[in-house]
């Protein structure tokens, strides 16, 4: 049975020399002293127990770029020897397992002890865990809980610690606490007391909330659903920690719909994958959830040698990327941090007609605007038909198959310009994905009729919505309003009608805003439309038909102001350069 509080207490033995017991004690009464912090850790800030991993491993000199991939990890250092063996590794994060001492029987004590279920004893307590790996290296911790009866009494030996000043890095307090794929019963910990005990007892950590979660191969396809991943939200959401979710890599790509939404929730979120030593993972399916995130969204708990396979890979710049159509443009064409500005709208132009014509685009990157309509042929169903505004016509199948093979970065924006293209437009874009054919971020948007902004000729904004939802879900709306009703501005009542159509959208959205109207609303139009969901952005555009740059020159800098990597600029290429210019000196 392990030592319960005794462990730095040393018996003395006979024939030990007095002199080597009170070096003993010295060097550990060095070790364990108030407010002791490791060589290298002196920033407060990143040293602290709530401190961003990344953050606090790069001011250690053990990463060199806040990057997920760059971090290691030991599991299961439990026992002491594997502890030991842990701490002599070079390995950044230590996980280990927590349960009671004796669980269910009559020898249970709640003394929280060092083992994996089905382990009930062990040779190691919490205490002298912490103790040792506090004392002797700077290596994050990751503390995995499997019974709520060890949270609390671990969480008050943390708060003790922590008070102590021993506790400097960052710790991280995981258990499984929903139901997962192929888990039939509930065996995790129970959600409400778990982030009850936390925020009671010690709210300085990163939480780590997973699914209980089985990878069957006989049901390859079973995955996570959008009610286990909204569910988990809505336990966390309201929460002040940062949040990494442990997810099992195997299973991951199959339901990224759910988890793109989850990581655009908050900036606190990251995920962990995690692999089963068995698990068939793939390269292609990690490559796919690099490309989707910022490098510091996503950590990978994988085995080697896969991981380092996986890692050159990952880190090769030139190889060829895929991207979720429903995906934000970060990373796709928006680095991290980077203002909307850096995104260009780009139009085509369509050589010849017909099924010869051919598509061709500016030598730049950035995001393609498709004028859709529908064409109805002779014979057969009607096909939608990319249009130019000189009256060249292209079969949009065929325009996004020419541009699949064009490089760089580029997404899809289409836009509905007949009523009547929408559910063939959608039905392309599904083809195409479903074949692997588009791997590029896609905006559906059209000018749309509701509410106080009900016009006929357009499409109702219900329909748009239906139709994206039944027909092909994972892309951007980008819903606008009729210039008809935009005399006066985007007044208030068709800014809240707008809001109406959109609440509880699942999929981005991002509102087109004319900005001639812009410049006339209230105060405050921007800033209300992004505040109507975390993943919601907006779109500012003008042409020269409405006015020269000067006259929305203003307009567009105080757009900018309210979020700038939230706002996008849909502009002729001299009006951008002129906003690029001004940018410069605000």
């Not at 505040?531 to 567009?556: D, F, K, N, Q, W």
Request: aromatic share 8%; charged share 20%.
């Amino acid at each position: 049975m392990a030592n319960k509080k005794g462990c730095w207490k040393w018996a003395i033995v006979g024939g030990v020399s007095a002199a080597v017991i009170f070096a003993i004690s010295m060097v550990l009464g060095f070790s364990l002293q108030k407010h002791t912090s490791l060589p290298g850790c002196e920033q407060d800030e990143t040293c602290r127990s709530d401190a961003d991993m990344l953050d606090y491993l790069l001011s250690m000199g053990q990463i060199s770029q806040k990057d997920g991939l760059l971090v290691t990890w030991y599991h299961g250092a439990n026992s002491k020897e594997q502890m030991k063996a842990a701490l002599s590794s070079d390995v950044m994060v230590l996980e280990a397992d927590i349960t009671v001492e004796g669980l269910g029987t009559v020898n249970e004590t709640g003394v929280p002890i060092m083992a994996h279920p089905p382990a009930i004893y062990s040779d190691n307590t919490l205490e002298q865990w912490l103790e040792a790996v506090l004392a002797s290296s700077q290596k994050g911790i990751k503390l995995d809980f499997k019974t709520i009866k060890a949270v609390g009494p671990s969480l008050d030996l943390l708060r003790r610690l922590t008070e102590e000043g021993k506790v400097r890095r960052p710790v991280w307090i995981n258990a499984d606490i929903q139901r997962g794929p192929n888990v039939g019963i509930s065996i995790g910990v129970n959600a409400t007391q778990f982030l009850a005990l936390v925020q009671e007892k010690y709210p300085e950590a990163t939480l780590s909330p997973g699914w209980t979660t089985f990878y069957l191969p006989l049901f390859p396809n079973v995955t996570y659903t959008r009610a286990m991943v909204e569910k988990m939200q809505e336990l966390v959401g309201a929460l002040p920690q940062k949040v990494t979710f442990p997810v099992l890599a195997v299973m991951v790509r199959a339901a990224w719909p759910h988890f793109s939404w989850l990581l655009a929730q908050s900036d606190r979120y990251t995920l962990t994958m995690w692999q089963s030593a068995s698990d068939p993972v793939s390269v292609d399916d990690l490559l796919y959830i690099r490309d989707n995130t910022a490098t510091h969204q996503v950590y990978y708990d994988i085995f080697e040698p896969f991981l380092s396979q996986f890692k050159q890979l990952a880190m090769n710049t030139s190889r060829k990327q895929s991207y979720y159509t429903g995906g934000s443009l970060i990373p796709a064409l928006q680095h991290p941090g980077d203002e909307g500005l850096s995104v260009e709208w780009l139009v085509p132009d369509i050589q010849g007609n017909g099924s010869t014509a051919t598509v061709q685009l500016p030598d730049r990157e950035g995001m393609i605007l498709l004028d859709v309509g529908l064409q109805k042929p002779a014979a057969g169903d009607p096909m939608p038909i990319v249009r130019t505004p000189d009256g060249r016509a292209l079969v949009l199948e065929s325009c996004l198959q020419q541009l699949a093979s064009h490089p760089g970065r580029w997404g899809v924006h289409v836009h509905i310009a007949e009523p009547t293209a929408l559910r063939p437009a959608l039905a392309t874009l599904a083809t195409l994905s479903a074949l692997g054919r588009l791997s590029r971020p896609v905006w559906v948007g059209a000018t749309v009729s509701h509410g106080s902004f009900r016009v006929p000729g357009y499409v109702t904004g219900r329909e748009l919505l239906t139709a994206v939802a039944d027909v092909f879900p994972h892309v951007t709306v980008a819903p606008a309003w009729p210039e008809e009703v935009l005399g006066s501005g985007y007044r208030e009542q068709l800014v809240t009608d707008m809001l109406e159509l959109c609440q509880g959208l699942w999929q981005p959205v991002s509102f087109q805003l004319q900005a001639g109207p812009l410049g006339q609303s209230p105060a405050g139009v921007v800033a209300r439309l992004l505040e109507a969901s975390p993943r919601a952005t907006v779109t500012v555009e003008h042409s020269p038909g409405r006015g020269l740059y000067a006259s929305v020159r203003a307009v567009l800098l105080a757009a900018r102001a309210v979020k700038k990597t939230r706002v996008y600029y849909r502009l002729p290429q001299s009006y951008r350069q002129d906003l690029l210019a001004d940018v410069g000196t605000h």
